[in-house]
């Protein structure tokens, strides 16, 4: 008999989860046995983010495959997923730079309609992770820094870059919650000294990857979000801002002429 509801919801909310009830629900919904059901009990009160407890994160209507030492999507980015594809309904060719898991490479593929999909990321760990979650959607994951890791023969043709790059200041890191700052790899957290490295490398060298009129999607923070499109404009893309307050999400999103 697995473990009481109730029971499950106690330890929970003893270890200072807030949503206890719901983490409790989807626990027992994931494991398939009593004994899993503790242990992943166990696991999450030790302070495992509660996504690498079950092995999986919803996003965007997925399921997405996610694993210790992997950076989790967030809720928020959805809002770059939306954005993507109300620009581009068309697109034939899909890549997810910083991939992480991929939730963002797969969300877009299952909204547009199977385009080619290509991934990319630096952390041996998230290719992994990436290649079950694209696999669904015959896409391809490539392991690198930035554009170096893509194949030569996408110059030029990408109609949707979205490029999930960490954009937390060096300094502040270490605020971040401990499931983030604990479990989840530096390289997917640290923007550099005022979260933006990235950002610039990345708008810096899009113009060169993107099809004419394609577009390149990033998530910064609101403080960020001027000098992002700053960086944009630099790269000679037209760029614009896109908010959603409800989901705390800053969209950055550059076209190319």
Do not use: K
């Not at 983490?23 to 983010?49: F, H, K, N, Q, Y």
């Not at 949707?160 to 060096?170: D, E, F, G, Q």
Request: include cysteine.
């Amino acid at each position: 008999m697995p473990p009481l509801a109730d029971s499950v919801v106690a330890a929970l909310r003893s270890a200072g989860c807030v949503f206890a009830e719901d983490e409790a629900e989807l626990i027992l919904s994931t494991a398939r046995t009593p004994d899993e059901a503790t242990a992943m009990v166990d696991r999450r009160v030790a302070g495992l983010p509660l996504e690498h407890v079950l092995g999986w994160a919803g996003f965007h209507g997925l399921r997405i495959s996610v694993e210790p030492g992997v950076f989790v999507p967030r809720r928020r980015t959805e809002y770059l997923v939306d954005q993507a594809v109300a620009l581009a309904r068309g697109a034939s060719v899909v890549v997810d730079l910083c991939c992480g898991s991929g939730a963002v490479g797969a969300a877009l593929a299952a909204a547009l309609g199977g385009p080619e999909l290509h991934a990319a990321d630096i952390d041996p760990a998230a290719v992994r992770c990436a290649r079950r979650n694209v696999a669904p959607f015959a896409g391809h994951v490539h392991e690198g820094d930035l554009f170096a890791a893509l194949p030569d023969t996408l110059r030029g043709r990408v109609d949707v870059l979205a490029a999930n790059v960490p954009y937390v200041p060096t300094e502040e890191v270490g605020l971040l919650p401990s499931e983030a700052r604990d479990h989840e790899p530096l390289v997917a957290l640290d923007g550099g000294d005022d979260g933006l490295d990235l950002v610039r490398r990345v708008a810096a060298e899009a113009p060169q990857w993107l099809a004419p009129g394609g577009c390149l999607l990033v998530e910064t923070s609101e403080r960020q979000a001027p000098l992002a499109v700053e960086a944009f404009a630099r790269g000679g893309l037209l760029a614009r801002l896109a908010v959603s307050e409800e989901m705390y999400a800053n969209v950055v999103i550059g076209v190319r002429p």
